[in-house]
């Protein structure tokens, strides 16, 4: 499926620790939004959870085009989102004009809500629509029922789904132009020691996942996990050794 935006004024659990790099509250109070530039028009975001005494980081990926910003991913929660698209405002002079989720977790799409309020477009896959109804998570105002390629403005992100790994729906986005393949939680960082959080995940399938994308996208410049180091563009083969040590 190829998706084109043109815009017209309308145009409306439990974590496990060895896994995620975690900071004490303390030490992380100042850290509630980070923004740090990957390469050409596109930029790391990351927001921060508390979980008892400790603050787990998630990243997410934004693009800047002539139109306006593509969000991949959202932040925890509404609090954290009005942060994001005042910040990527206040930087860009642009607003962001539309999210794509990669799996049903809060991670992920513990901000459709706000977004959706504010007419911005947000999209996942039909499945990942499915299990935000069934789990009781913000619901995506669109989906998509294949793999998917928005076009906008000159930059392609193809939306690719290589089966179940960390949860049943996870998704991976190839953003062609710059070869960048967003991974999402689907891959764990080069600092990670073991899967994390499997509660939802389909560990014997998720070899299978991985090496699909492997394949599809052999030469990724920049492979940007869910969370932590994106440094290492490793984090394919990484996340396979991990899944072959389960």
Not at 68 to 86: A, F, N, R
Not at 102 to 117: V, W
Not at 120 to 128: A, G, L, N, Y
């Amino acid at each position: 499926m190829l998706f084109r935006l043109f815009l017209i004024p309308l145009f409306i659990g439990i974590v496990s620790f060895n896994s995620i790099k975690v900071f004490s509250l303390k030490e992380s109070d100042s850290q509630k939004l980070k923004i740090s530039h990957l390469e050409g028009d596109y930029y790391i975001y990351e927001t921060y959870n508390n979980y008892k005494e400790y603050r787990i980081p998630a990243s997410g990926l934004y693009c800047v085009t002539n139109d306006g910003v593509v969000l991949l991913d959202s932040p925890w929660d509404t609090t954290q989102i009005k942060p994001l698209l005042d910040s990527i405002r206040v930087k860009h002079n642009q607003p962001v004009i539309l999210c794509i989720a990669t799996h049903f977790h809060e991670d992920r799409t513990g901000s459709l809500n706000y977004l959706n309020a504010k007419s911005i477009p947000t999209f996942t896959s039909k499945m990942t629509y499915d299990l935000c109804i069934k789990n009781n998570k913000p619901i995506p105002s669109h989906f998509f029922t294949s793999d998917t390629t928005f076009l906008i403005c000159g930059h392609s992100f193809e939306v690719y789904y290589p089966g179940a790994g960390h949860t049943i729906d996870n998704v991976v986005v190839w953003c062609k132009g710059n070869r960048i393949l967003y991974g999402g939680c689907f891959v764990k960082s080069t600092v990670h020691t073991d899967l994390g959080f499997t509660g939802d995940a389909n560990v014997s399938e998720w070899e299978h996942s991985i090496l699909k994308v492997m394949k599809k996208y052999p030469n990724p410049r920049y492979v940007i996990p869910g969370h932590d180091s994106w440094k290492s563009n490793k984090s394919l083969q990484h996340t396979l050794k991990l899944i072959r040590k389960q």
